[in-house]
């Protein structure tokens, strides 16, 4: 009978050891990333992928870091945009015990889908997301997580596209404002403003994307400001989409300046049916921007800074 309880006891205590060990080999990131983060703080968590669209530029609301330990509101936006900027679609780190409104702050930011819209207008397009979840625990990990705009066949199918395109389009004799003005115009003489999805939310074409425009002949001002930007890109045009509340158009920096690009407005819906091509929202300052349209182009300038002055 003693012999049966010492074994008993024996297998309990294996189980239990077996299982202790389980649940150390699955929590093993979570135990070395609390290690790193709470007993050994010099030991930094880092971001180890970047893929090729990373853009290696900070602008004024968001900068790329390599803090991923913050300690106040801004280091957090940061944290965001360096994510989303990298490709990554999960990334975890811990708010440090010190930082006492990390967890309030996370809060604000995860509830604030138009901020993380103004974010996701910072990076470039195939790195952007078309959902973000954000959530914690009571160990004060941060969880991000992201699925992109675009699937990997549609990027492979645009790079594609583009490429064949670009050296019909850019010519090395002429300046870059030469080269976007034709890039501005094909695209507008190749494409609708897709006012069906528009106006009734009827969805035939992938217009919102690059995919639209660029191979269905449809956008509305998603897929032309995301197209246009591919090409901006690959003419190392420093760039971003700015946004109103209903509105998206491109911000273009050229000679230590930042300019205004608007296709969509460009690109007229007529009521004959005709097609237009105007150059009045090409490379334009925000005075004659507003002067010409408010109610779809009034943007925050608290978040868009490069255009406060």
């Not at 997301?129 to 066949?153: P, V």
């Not at 097609?275 to 334009?284: A, G, K, Q």
Request: glycine share 2%.
């Amino acid at each position: 009978m003693k012999k049966t309880i010492v074994l008993i006891k024996m297998i309990f205590t294996c189980g239990l050891f077996m299982i202790l060990l389980g649940l150390i080999i699955i929590k093993e990131n979570d135990i070395r990333t609390i290690i790193n983060t709470y007993i050994t703080p010099n030991n930094k968590i880092t971001l180890e992928k970047k893929n090729k669209y990373y853009r290696d530029y900070d602008f004024a609301l968001v900068q790329n870091t390599d803090n991923f330990k913050p300690s106040n509101y801004q280091d957090l936006l940061n944290i965001f945009y360096t994510v989303i900027n990298s490709g990554n679609t999960s990334f975890s780190f811990y708010c440090p015990k010190e930082y006492n409104n990390c967890i309030k702050d996370i809060e604000t930011i995860a509830n604030n889908q138009y901020l993380l819209s103004d974010i996701n207008n910072y990076v470039h397009p195939f790195n952007g997301f078309s959902h973000i979840e954000t959530d914690y625990d009571s160990l004060r990990k941060i969880n991000i997580n992201l699925i992109k705009s675009y699937t990997i066949e549609e990027i492979n199918a645009i790079e594609e596209k583009v490429n064949e395109l670009y050296p019909l389009l850019v010519n090395d004799n002429k300046s870059i404002e030469e080269n976007i003005l034709s890039i501005h115009d094909y695209i507008i003489n190749n494409t609708k403003y897709d006012s069906e999805r528009s106006n009734n939310n009827i969805v035939t074409y992938q217009s919102d994307i690059a995919y639209g425009p660029l191979f269905e002949g449809y956008a509305i001002c998603g897929g032309y400001t995301d197209l246009m930007e591919l090409f901006l890109e690959k003419m190392n045009v420093k760039s971003f989409k700015i946004s109103s509340e209903n509105h998206v158009w491109n911000a273009v920096y050229l000679n230590n300046k930042w300019y205004h690009l608007d296709l969509t407005w460009d690109d007229p819906v007529a009521s004959n049916g005709k097609d237009y091509l105007e150059h009045d929202y090409f490379l334009i300052d925000t005075n004659k921007l507003l002067s010409m349209e408010v109610e779809q182009h009034t943007f925050n300038k608290e978040i868009y800074k490069e255009f406060a002055n």
